[in-house]
């Protein structure tokens, strides 16, 4: 009986001893962007042309950045229309292009990759002309209920 009191008194003691709980680690509030290519474009839309400085925020090798139209939005014949290339970019370094397009409303989507840091990233910004809702096409609500645009 006193061996089979023992383990029984060390299981209680065990259960009932208490720990200080450790409060949960702040949420810490700052950029919500997904990881990606790190650079940062600052546009100015025009009448037939987006003037656009791309912003490298970390050094890069292998860097690539298209464009194209779309929702209404042409830029050029040759899709997407590389906009920029190089061999290394610098953090910090800005480059400025200019993408012409037709069409008076949709988008301009610019798209960069490269490695950086050693990991191959990418990343997409897109740019509204006009009010953004393609110029022609039919709204209709899917089976689903997915509203989609058709040409």
């Known amino acids: ?3 089979l009191l023992l383990p029984l008194l060390l299981l209680c003691i ?3 001893t208490t720990q ?3 409060p949960a680690p702040e949420a810490k509030v700052g950029d919500t962007r997904k990881p990606g290519a790190p650079f940062s474009i600052d546009a100015k839309v ?3 042309s987006v003037s656009v400085t791309l912003k490298f925020e970390a050094d890069g ?3 690539r950045v298209g464009a194209w139209g ?3 939005i042409t830029v050029s014949e040759s899709v997407p229309l590389r906009v920029f290339s190089a061999e290394a970019v610098r953090a910090g370094e800005l480059k400025s292009v200019t993408i012409p397009f037709t069409g008076t409303r949709g988008h301009v989507v610019i798209s960069g990759g490269g490695n950086f840091g050693g990991a191959e990233k990418e990343r997409a910004h897109t740019i509204m ?3 953004g809702s393609p110029s022609t096409g039919t709204v209709q609500t899917t089976d689903d209920g997915d509203v989609v645009k058709l040409p």
Do not use: L
């Open 1 to 3: 009986m006193n061996k």
């Open 14 to 16: 065990s259960c009932c």
């Open 20 to 22: 200080t709980a450790k």
């Open 46 to 48: 025009g009448a037939a």
């Open 61 to 63: 090798k292998d860097v």
């Open 70 to 72: 779309v929702d209404g």
């Open 129 to 131: 002309i006009g009010d």
